[in-house]
């Protein structure tokens, strides 16, 4: 079965990629010619999943699956949740002491990101966090919503060289290393990711 799946990321599709196997031929945005910013504005992971979704099928006609996902730590009051992939691009001062961060910091950039999210849980006790994702389907004029939850929390410094986005500094609990220290084929067991897109090939299953 071919799928589109509404991203440029290239971690993202190789990570969907590997889970769904080889029954599934998975396709990102640039193999369907979509090279355009799909807009991003609702305030809920389902509403920007949805979003994406729609916009593939409305202009490009194809059955497609999108997704989103954000990274909610307890201690910040659920962010940087929703604006998780540009969480320093975003913010124009930090969250607790009011000191204001370089153009630089504030990229749209991993690093960045984690730098903001750790000088931001630097007096916290508690560091508790959850990934969670939530995938849209859309097959045969019908909308689907799948979720997948990862708890954890996030660690005082980066561990790894694996993976992508936060997982050098989340920690899944029961675990004694963070995402970035596992293989893919581990992540994917346990992520938001993994059971988010297993509960999508368990629909897709029943087709």
């Given at each position: 079965?071919?799928?589109?799946?509404?991203?440029?990321?290239?971690?993202?599709?190789?990570?969907?990629?590997?889970?769904?196997?080889?029954?599934?031929?998975?396709?990102?945005?640039?193999?369907?010619?979509?090279?355009?910013?799909?807009?991003e504005?609702?305030?809920?992971?389902?509403?920007?999943?949805l979003?994406?979704?729609?916009?593939?099928?409305?202009?490009?006609?194809?059955?497609?699956?999108?997704?989103?996902?954000?990274?909610?730590?307890a201690?910040?009051?659920?962010?940087?949740?929703?604006?998780?992939?540009?969480?320093?691009?975003?913010?124009?001062?930090?969250?607790?002491?009011?000191?204001?961060?370089?153009?630089?910091?504030?990229?749209?950039?991993?690093?960045?990101?984690?730098?903001?999210?750790?000088?931001?849980?630097?007096?916290?006790?508690?560091?508790?966090?959850?990934?969670?994702?939530?995938?849209?389907?859309?097959?045969?004029?019908?909308?689907?919503?799948?979720?997948?939850?990862?708890?954890?929390?996030?660690?005082?410094?980066?561990?790894?060289s694996?993976?992508?986005?936060?997982?050098?500094?989340?920690?899944?609990?029961?675990?004694d290393?963070?995402?970035?220290?596992?293989?893919?084929?581990?992540?994917?067991?346990?992520?938001?990711?993994?059971?988010?897109?297993?509960?999508?090939?368990?629909?897709?299953?029943?087709?």
């Amino acid at each position: 079965m071919k799928l589109v799946f509404a991203t440029n990321n290239v971690h993202k599709l190789s990570e969907v990629r590997q889970i769904l196997g080889e029954r599934f031929d998975v396709v990102g945005l640039k193999d369907i010619g979509c090279y355009e910013d799909i807009p991003e504005t609702s305030d809920t992971l389902e509403g920007n999943a949805l979003q994406k979704a729609r916009y593939v099928k409305e202009h490009y006609g194809l059955d497609c699956f999108a997704d989103d996902t954000g990274l909610e730590v307890a201690a910040l009051g659920g962010a940087p949740g929703v604006h998780t992939a540009r969480y320093a691009e975003l913010a124009a001062q930090s969250l607790d002491s009011g000191e204001r961060f370089t153009p630089s910091q504030l990229s749209h950039d991993s690093n960045a990101n984690m730098a903001l999210l750790l000088h931001n849980l630097e007096k916290k006790s508690d560091r508790s966090a959850r990934f969670r994702t939530v995938i849209a389907l859309i097959y045969q004029g019908e909308e689907h919503l799948f979720e997948g939850v990862c708890e954890g929390e996030i660690l005082c410094e980066r561990h790894g060289s694996e993976g992508f986005g936060y997982d050098p500094v989340f920690r899944p609990t029961g675990y004694d290393r963070c995402f970035a220290q596992m293989s893919a084929a581990e992540k994917n067991a346990i992520s938001h990711r993994g059971r988010a897109t297993q509960k999508l090939v368990q629909f897709l299953q029943t087709l």
